[in-house]
């Protein structure tokens, strides 16, 4: 009969560097949380994430905002003392909850997520005003002020377009996605 895997092996799996099991090499020094900017902002720090990994807690884990606030700067993986991706263990856990539907209630992250990657896939490039207008008040009004006060600078200061633009070939560029990343059937 085949042994169910346990969930840290399934997340040490995505991990596409690793040869062994790094996680087991941490030593919690605590180097990527100090280091990771948006750490204040995540109910789990990063090396609680992975303590809670490598105790095999599933549970606390998918359902802790730590990996949908990631914002992927690799301070904590070119920082980290025993050379663990903790970046690239931040997408896998996006990926698997996603993968096992299993997404922390209020978070718009996977949302978020999907709707890019069908943007990608259909225009080649960004449009930041069609991609944020579905979360304008997620947060409140407060929030709401303050993203539009940005964006109204960005805008004066051209960085911020009003009509979306296209990839030249776009279809082309479609095909490769489609090659390289099972990500390119979702539109
Ligand atoms: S920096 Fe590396 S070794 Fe230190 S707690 Fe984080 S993951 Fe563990
Ligand atoms: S990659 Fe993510 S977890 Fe690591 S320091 Fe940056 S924001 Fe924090």
Redesign the pocket.
Known sequence: MPVKPSFSSEIVNLLYSAETNPVQSCIQCGT?SS?????DFMDHS?RNIIALIRADLRKPVLSSNAFWY????????VRCPAGID??GM?YGLKRYSMWRNHIRRGTIGADFSRRFARMILKNGKSFEPALATPYLFHYGLRTFLYDARNALALFMKGRLPLFPKRLKRSARFRGVLNRIIPMGRVA
């Open positions: 990527c280091t990771c900017p948006v750490a990063p990631c914002a992927s700067c690799y301070q904590c993986t903790i970046a931040m």
